[in-house]
């Protein structure tokens, strides 16, 4: 009986062997099917490249002007043409010495100054603007009077006659410090105040004021904003070091403070009560509360 059940295994292995061979055959890729998969590597997807929008090198006048690009060229347009007629302007962004047209939709980004300027309209520019080269600021960089500057520069110097590239005065830029002596027309920067006044000849007529950065009971001359933040706790009509102008004392404020009506109350800060202040001058006194 045991001869009969081994004879009947070894056939049923040939009969399946037979049948897969069979298959291997009518079958593509049976056989693979059962031998062992080696594993695959995987192999790296490059990274689709994104693509990036190309700057814009072209815009027409009757169109909104991209910030942060100045004007290098402006041709005319026929009615058919994309500008349909409006002038085309070739913009670009700007670069140290770069000659930008002078139109008035095109503001010199910020972070720049004038420091050329062209007086006749220039061919580049449709015949019709002058010309600003553009530079980026530095201690001691002279630029064309009226050119808009960024902080922390302040006037330091006005020219008293003709500057060649400017066709005009021109004025000196520098880094602001504590103490820092400045032209009158400067602009005084946020959380900075004038703490004394004084006149000169290096700001072309113009008087002169130092400049400080503010502190908790700092005492400052009546010019230029008041600092963010500070409340005037006491007024002066005229203070030493202000010369005309009326002295003014800044403080921090907290809860219960007395402060003076001129003040600009910080964010948060109302009036609980007003009353009769000696200190404030001619303004009342005010209790503040957060």
Not at 103 to 123: L, N
Not at 174 to 191: K, L, M, P, R, S
């Amino acid at each position: 009986m045991g001869t009969v059940r081994m004879l009947l295994r070894r056939s049923f292995q040939m009969a399946t062997v037979a049948a897969l061979a069979f298959l291997a055959f009518a079958v593509p890729g049976a056989t693979a099917a059962q031998a062992a998969v080696p594993a695959v590597p995987h192999t790296a997807v490059p990274a689709v490249a994104h693509s990036v929008a190309p700057a814009l090198t072209t815009v027409c006048a009757n169109q909104p002007f991209p910030a942060g690009y100045i004007v290098t060229a402006a041709a005319t347009t026929g009615l058919s043409s994309p500008c349909q007629g409006f002038l085309q302007y070739t913009i670009a962004l700007p670069t140290n010495g770069a000659h930008a047209c002078a139109v008035g939709a095109a503001e010199i980004p910020a972070g720049w100054v004038i420091t050329g300027s062209s007086v006749v309209a220039q061919p580049q520019c449709a015949g019709e603007y002058a010309t600003d080269t553009i530079n980026q600021p530095y201690n001691g960089i002279q630029a064309c009077l009226g050119s808009t500057f960024p902080s922390p520069y302040v006037l330091t110097a006005i020219t008293s006659g003709n500057y060649a590239p400017c066709d005009g005065q021109a004025m000196t830029l520098t880094q602001q410090y504590a103490g820092i002596v400045a032209c009158a027309n400067t602009a005084v920067w946020t959380d900075w105040v004038v703490t004394a006044v004084s006149s000169g000849s290096a700001c072309a007529g113009y008087g002169l004021e130092t400049l400080d950065p503010a502190y908790d009971g700092i005492v400052a001359c009546g010019q230029g904003p008041n600092p963010a933040g500070y409340v005037i706790t006491e007024n002066w009509t005229t203070s030493n070091g202000c010369g005309l102008d009326q002295g003014l004392k800044y403080n921090l404020p907290y809860n219960g403070i007395h402060a003076c009506g001129d003040s600009t109350l910080p964010t948060g800060w109302y009036v609980t009560s007003t009353y009769a202040d000696s200190l404030c001058g001619l303004f009342q006194g005010e209790t503040l509360q957060s």
